[in-house]
T-cell receptor, first 113, second 116 residues
Framework: DAKTTQPNSMESNEEEPVHLPCNHSTISGTDYIHWYRQLPSQGPEYVIHGLTSNVNNRMASLAIAEDRKSSTLILHRATLRDAAVYYCILRSPSYNQGGKLIFGQGTELSVKP | EAQVTQNPRYLITVTGKKLTVTCSQNMNHEYMSWYRQDPGLGLRQIYYSMNVEVTDKGDVPEGYKVSRKEKRNFPLILESPSPNQTSLYFC???????????????FGDGTRLSIL
């Protein structure tokens, strides 16, 4: 499975933008880039995903490098509720995947008031 | 409200006493899965199900059983629990019987099991 690399932790101030990076230099052409987050004492929560083009939804934006070897999750205005561990996950369309999400160590985001 | 519901949320029990953790989703999802989360090891898949009556092993299936008799329910059964099964368990579901890579997965809030 292709591997992702994320910083262990990041800090942000409330109401400022946050850019969470992810490196995936061994990504294959058919792998989707997904982001999930896990708030304290909760299950993982889907944030956003993309293949090649940048994506926006109500929670965040996903910027994907042209060579797809890296991506950045952008939270436009961090709130205290955004403090969580953020996981960048590659998903292969292979049937044998078993549908599992392969969670790495993730980036622990702390947000200061 | 669309959700994945796990019960119980917390359980302390003793070695060898059979237990079942229930998981129910109200989104008509074909795919369901169980993970366990342990410090330093992240989330690991235990079992998954592509649809009713179709289940398969994940990465750490030893000591667990599952069944999928109805689309909405996917219980996790520990027939003879042991202390190494003390963990935080999550159930997840999504559209797509193949665990379609383009579909987000929805997770429950977790079940914390302690086996003494």
């Amino acid at each position: 499975d292709a591997k992702t690399t994320q910083p262990n932790s990041m800090e942000s101030n409330e109401e400022e933008p946050v850019h969470l990076p992810c490196n995936h230099s061994t990504i294959s052409g058919t792998d989707y880039i997904h982001w999930y987050r896990q708030l304290p004492s909760q299950g993982p929560e889907y944030v956003i995903h993309g293949l090649t083009s940048n994506v926006n939804n109500r929670m965040a934006s996903l910027a994907i490098a042209e060579d797809r070897k890296s991506s950045t999750l952008i939270l436009h205005r961090a709130t205290l509720r955004d403090a969580a561990v953020y996981y960048c996950i590659l998903r292969s369309p292979s049937y044998n995947q078993g549908g599992k999400l392969i969670f790495g160590q993730g980036t622990e985001l702390s947000v200061k008031p | 409200e669309a959700q994945v519901t796990q019960n119980p949320r917390y359980l302390i029990t003793v070695t060898g006493k059979k237990l079942t953790v229930t998981c129910s989703q109200n989104m008509n999802h074909e795919y369901m899965s169980w993970y366990r989360q342990d410090p330093g090891l992240g989330l690991r898949q235990i079992y998954y199900s592509m649809n009713v009556e179709v289940t398969d092993k994940g990465d750490v299936p030893e000591g667990y059983k599952v069944s999928r008799k109805e689309k909405r329910n996917f219980p996790l059964i520990l027939e003879s629990p042991s202390p190494n099964q003390t963990s935080l368990y999550f159930c997840a579901s999504s559209f797509g019987g193949s665990g379609n890579s383009n579909q987000p997965q929805h997770f429950g809030d977790g079940t914390r099991l302690s086996i003494l």
